[in-house]
């Protein structure tokens, strides 16, 4: 790039500091910190780099192993910082690079791994390669960058494919020429805002190997890597064929998801990640048709980790959960990678929202439901998900019990996909409402000068203040089950469960000396008495070597003393 970029900090040896345990990723638990909702340090209504490392003690306490930050790149924000200008480059809404600098290495000094966002799919259309190919004209170098294409028709006014934007609408915008004509049309997956890269290109492939070269220099433990399938589009961008294109997604390979192009590029990544000491990692948000094809993006010469989106999408319902878990450890078996587990993140409904309404609406859902019975689901759905084989994610303000704000004022939303027709929902807004952390202020102590989406006024005693030493509390839960996780020699890594009979509804299984049972039904049931109780989501009766459990509600045992 042509921009002048300060040279990133020597590596230090803070990184020492880390607890060097091999293979720590197996059974990580990763929390997701989104900057701008997490902690404002200067008033100004929006989370920060200096917030996020004020709150580094925090998470050290909740158990958590590594930190997941979603985008603080230099960007104009079309799409909240997953439009990105400049990748060397900190966006000063954040901070600085100073600032992620001591952020790396307050990390590493209390033992936490950070985990960097990587956004390879697409730029934002102020990338200075991009400004350079509308600047340049038709037959610019910079073009080739990208996916130009002259239109179909007879003045070249058609898109040149059928492809739909994730984010509605085609997937193709037109430009003007330098010379005012109507002119060629580039490929943008997501918003025309984030113009997608052709990576059949050389000089797209060199840019992003120095990138992840300048991070893993400034001391990252890892990548997050956005769209990772969808970097390499079919030969010839072919016609799909079919409109309502979302639809689909999911459920085939599609010409600009998922083609087994991709696999290269990892492979290369992975060599870079290898010369560098301290095990880093990559993880893929991969939406792909199966798990079983999940499961290439993580073999052995690839990526680390791939997110488990078939499990984030399953009902409230021991069949369909039992049947997602047991595939999803068939999957990963023969690639020898570990299963990921995750119930929210920034693009999806809280999970205590999704699972206080009726099965059957998706991930994006517009209404509150019942709130009790979404967190007693919430409660229980995570006691499950940290008890199963593999790496585990949380995503911020889950471990408060947070629902999704469903009722912010259409004036204050910020998803691009709401302001486009016949795309996403767009109302991701409601899970990245800035966290309470205090039951007082003018944010509940996010900061100082109020918060970037307005926080609901019951937040104040669903904060970090108003749980701490709280028995029987969100939090404490998560901070105890984090404790019994990381201290029990049968939780964490592994590839198998044993499956125990159970009544109707609910899910029962053995790993080693730990014993897991989650009723899902909306009744109590009786279940033999394992062991020795280690924890609860909810109250249950001990007699007579027999256990009631609540409905909603997951208990976790230990066999021996």
């Known amino acids: 790039m042509s921009q002048q970029h300060p040279a990133a900090p020597a590596r230090h040896s803070a990184v020492a500091t880390v607890a060097d345990r091999r293979d720590w990723w197996r059974d990580a638990v990763i929390y997701q910190v989104y900057p701008r909702s997490f902690a404002d340090s200067n008033g ?85 390669w991009f400004k350079r190919a509308l600047a340049e004209g038709p037959g610019s170098p910079l073009r080739d960058r990208y ?151 993580v073999r052995p010469d690839e990526l680390h980790q791939a997110f488990n989106f078939q499990y984030l999408s399953a009902e409230w319902d021991a069949e369909e959960l039992r049947a997602v878990i047991d595939r999803t450890l068939e999957a990963m078996r023969p690639v020898g990678a570990p299963a990921t587990w995750v119930l929210s993140n920034h693009d999806v409904t809280r999970h205590a929202t999704r699972f206080a309404n009726p099965p059957g609406l998706g991930t994006q859902i517009r209404t509150a439901g019942d709130r009790e019975l979404g967190l007693r689901r919430a409660r229980a759905a995570t006691l499950l998900m940290l008890a199963l084989p593999g790496s585990a994610y949380i995503y911020q303000g889950e471990e408060l019990g947070l629902p999704d704000v469903v009722d912010l004022p259409d004036e204050v939303r910020q998803d691009p996909a709401y302001f486009r027709g016949a795309g996403q929902d767009g109302f ?13 202020g003018s944010s509940y102590g996010f900061g100082s000068g109020g918060s970037w989406l307005p926080q609901p006024a019951d937040w104040a005693g669903l904060s970090v203040a108003a749980q701490t030493g709280v028995p029987g509390s969100t939090l404490e839960l998560y901070r105890a089950a984090l404790r019994a996780r990381r201290a029990h020699p049968d939780l964490g890594a592994g590839e198998a469960v044993e499956w125990l009979r159970a009544p109707e509804g609910v899910l029962a299984f053995r790993r080693g000396e730990f014993v897991c049972v989650a009723n899902t039904t909306g009744e109590s049931v009786t279940t033999p008495s394992y062991g020795r109780v280690l924890l609860t989501s909810g109250e249950v009766t001990e007699a007579d070597g027999e256990t009631k459990v609540p409905a909603d509600t997951t208990v976790w045992w230990t066999t021996t003393d």
């Open 44 to 128: 100004d209504g929006m989370g920060d780099l200096e917030g996020v490392r004020s709150r580094l003690p925090y998470l050290r306490d909740l158990g958590v192993d590594a930190v997941w930050l979603s985008p603080f790149y230099a960007s104009p924000q079309a799409d909240a910082g997953y439009d990105v200008a400049d990748y060397r480059a900190v966006d000063p809404m954040f901070g600085s690079l100073l600032d992620a600098d001591a952020l790396i290495r307050d990390a590493h000094e209390l033992g936490l791994r950070i985990i960097v966002d990587l956004v390879p799919n697409h730029s934002s259309d102020q990338h200075e």
């Open 147 to 297: 996916h130009f294409r002259p239109g179909k028709g007879k003045n070249g006014e058609l898109p040149p494919n059928d492809w739909e934007s994730i984010f509605g609408g085609p997937a193709w915008t037109r430009v003007t020429e330098p010379d005012g004509t109507p002119g060629e049309w580039y490929l943008h997956l997501f918003a025309p805002e984030q113009p997608d890269f052709n990576w059949n290109h050389p000089a797209v492939g060199d840019e992003f190997r120095s990138i992840l070269r300048f991070w893993l220099d400034m001391g990252v433990d890892g990548f997050r890597i956005d769209v990772a399938h969808g970097l390499v589009k079919a030969d010839g961008l072919p016609d799909l064929g079919a409109h309502d294109q979302l639809k689909l997604l999911g459920n085939d390979v599609m010409p600009f998801f998922d083609q087994d192009g991709v696999h290269e590029i990892y492979r290369q990544w992975r060599r870079i990640l290898d010369e560098y000491a301290g095990e880093k990692i990559f993880v893929a948000e991969a939406w792909t048709p199966t798990v079983e094809r999940t499961a290439h993006y």
């Open 428 to 440: 991701r807004d409601g899970c990245r409402v800035p966290i309470p952390w205090t039951r007082e």
